[in-house]
């Protein structure tokens, strides 16, 4: 938990905000706990950040119960999502003078199914990583004792999990000659689709390395601050990507990924990353003519014999 002290001006009255409204979300006898989670918890929230609560609720909750604290809060109602049964959560969005409330609904047995997912099982899968990263860095809103509980469960990142994250990320395949074909044939849309897809795989590489629960992409300077295994100067390199000329853009993405791959080795070797690296350097042959020995059509005569 980020000390309030420490928060920036943008976080504290986002904080302020949401200890005024958890009150009345927690006057349902079915809520056991509420959180605030997202960048105002991290300290780091800046002119475009909602505030984003999490509420915790012994059984499902109707849409009613969902609805009930807007308007005895002060706010002003702007969407309710349908239940989503894949993630297992509600979802609503509403306004308080013009801030957005973005509350994200569980049950608490849902939550504990989540952690022991993730920390005892080492499952990667997005939406369960971004919610254990959440509740990790979540400041107590109701009922703060539940939310140390999983904290506690959270301190300790399983190993086995980093390997996980790693092997999960690690094959960029034949990424370099792909990437090449494209600024050649100048596809431009697909060829910074490419960058960013390799920026992400490493970005979750070196999350693994670093043993955090992955949050997700937004904020991604900011998670890098915090890493302790990371290639030198890592941030401004990402952007000089994407700012570079693309062959040069490419020169630095192959180099960047290569050092990646070297942190793996040094501080991972139970992680084979060999396969990976020969994928990512392979390019295919080019062919401005027919190879030699293949027999064309204009080498038959009219007849269907060979000239």
């Known amino acids: 938990m980020q000390p309030e002290q420490n928060m920036n001006q943008a976080s504290q009255w986002r904080l302020a905000m949401a200890r005024k409204v958890a009150p009345v979300?927690?006057?349902n006898p079915k809520v056991q706990a509420v959180i605030l989670a997202?960048?105002?918890s991290r300290g780091w929230a800046d002119s475009y950040s909602d505030i984003e609560i999490g509420v915790f609720w012994t059984t499902p909750p109707s849409d009613e119960e969902r609805m009930a604290p807007i308007a005895v809060a002060g706010g002003v109602f702007w969407e309710l999502d349908p239940y989503n049964p894949e993630d297992d959560i509600w979802m609503e969005e509403w306004g308080l003078a013009e801030i957005k409330m973005d509350v994200r609904n569980l049950t608490v047995e849902r939550m504990e199914g989540i952690l022991q997912d993730v920390v005892d099982h080492y499952d990667i899968s997005a939406f369960k990583q971004a919610t254990v990263s959440?509740?990790?860095?979540?400041?107590p809103l109701y009922n703060a004792p539940l939310l140390e509980q999983w904290q506690r469960k959270l301190a300790h990142y399983p190993d086995e999990l980093a390997r996980a994250m790693v092997r999960e990320n690690v094959q960029l395949y034949?990424?370099?000659?792909?990437?090449?074909q494209l600024?050649?044939?100048?596809?431009w849309p697909q060829l910074y689709q490419s960058f960013s897809d390799a920026t992400f795989?490493?970005?979750?590489?070196?999350?693994g390395l670093n043993r955090i629960y992955h949050p997700g992409f937004k904020w991604m300077n900011r998670w890098i601050d915090e890493m302790q295994i990371a290639p030198p100067d890592f941030a401004n390199r990402i952007?000089?990507?994407?700012?570079?000329?693309?062959?040069?853009a490419l020169q630095e993405a192959q180099k960047l990924v290569l050092e990646i791959y070297d942190l793996v080795n040094k501080h991972m070797p139970e992680v084979d990353i060999q396969h990976a690296r020969n994928k990512f350097l392979h390019w295919r042959k080019q062919f401005e003519s027919a190879p030699a020995g293949i027999l064309l059509d204009h080498d038959a005569a009219p007849d269907g014999h060979l000239l």
């Open 134 to 139: 959440a509740a990790q860095y979540a400041i």
């Open 38 to 40: 997202g960048s105002t």
């Open 183 to 187: 600024i050649s044939r100048a596809d």
């Open 25 to 27: 979300i927690s006057t």
């Open 174 to 180: 034949e990424w370099c000659w792909w990437v090449d």
């Open 239 to 248: 952007k000089e990507i994407f700012r570079a000329e693309p062959l040069k």
């Open 201 to 207: 795989q490493v970005f979750s590489i070196l999350i």
